[in-house]
């Protein structure tokens, strides 16, 4: 079975500074990760995604994130928060060796940035 | 904004009735997952449709069932609606399982609510 942990529900940061969404994953297999972001009364946006190769990844509007296999970890980073990051981030995970592509979320992860 | 659209946008139903959602797919996407977001927490998985077929299920009752079309649009169909059944259902459409490495997309998602 495959899982994903959020830590904190919430994460609070001045604007202009770096941030970090944490989140650890369980799988079988080697993961296929993901992070989603969702503004209010919104769907999910597509933020960035790790397959293979290189362990920090790029995405969409500055944020990357780090892959660390031995801690099981894909941690969500930006050098310099802005007030309009404000939303509500997921982490999840896809085992490759399962016949079809179910994503698995984590509970989300609420970030503030203040002015 | 993805190319995946929902509706309704918004839904009141009475518990014991049925609901039919509706979702269109990105152009050149052939597989629909469906996924429930009940208040507060993360996406969870009720089924994916690939060409036409159920390809995986959740764990979901059979109450929910589901269609993909040949426009590769889709419906969930909830029947004998309970109160949990209260939730944002979102629907994410993808290139196909034969490109393991491929991204879901979101639509905006319809918010169900069952009185």
């Known amino acids: 079975a495959q899982s994903v942990a959020q830590p904190e529900d919430q994460v609070n940061v001045a604007e202009g500074n770096p941030l970090t969404v944490k989140c650890t994953y369980s799988?079988?297999?080697?993961?296929?990760l993901f992070w989603y972001v969702q503004y209010p009364n919104r769907g999910l946006q597509f933020l960035l995604k790790?397959?293979?190769?290189?362990?920090l990844v790029k995405g969409s509007y500055g944020f990357e994130a780090e892959f660390n296999k031995s801690q099981t970890s894909f941690h969500l980073k930006k050098p310099s928060a802005l007030v309009s990051d404000s939303a509500l981030y997921f982490c999840?995970?896809?085992?490759?060796?399962?016949?079809?592509?179910?994503?698995?979320f984590g509970g989300g992860t609420r970030l503030m940035v203040k002015p | 904004e993805t190319g995946v659209t929902q509706s309704p946008t918004h839904l009141i139903k009475t518990r014991g009735q049925q609901v039919t959602l509706r979702c269109s797919s990105q152009?050149?996407?052939?597989?629909v997952s469906w996924y429930q977001q009940a208040l507060g927490q993360g996406p969870q998985f009720i089924f994916q449709?690939?060409?036409?077929?159920?390809?995986g299920r959740g764990n979901f009752p059979p109450r929910f069932s589901g269609l993909q079309f040949p426009n590769y649009s889709s419906e969930l169909n909830v029947n004998a609606l309970e109160l949990d059944d209260s939730a944002l259902y979102l629907c994410a459409s993808s290139q196909g399982l034969t490109v393991r490495e491929e991204t879901q997309y979101f639509g905006p998602g319809t918010r169900l609510l069952v009185l």
């Open positions: 152009s050149g996407h052939n597989t």
């Open positions: 799988v079988s297999g080697n993961p296929y």
């Open positions: 790790y397959i293979t190769g290189d362990n």
């Open positions: 999840a995970v896809r085992d490759p060796t399962n016949a079809g592509n179910m994503l698995t």
């Open positions: 449709y690939y060409r036409e077929e159920e390809n």
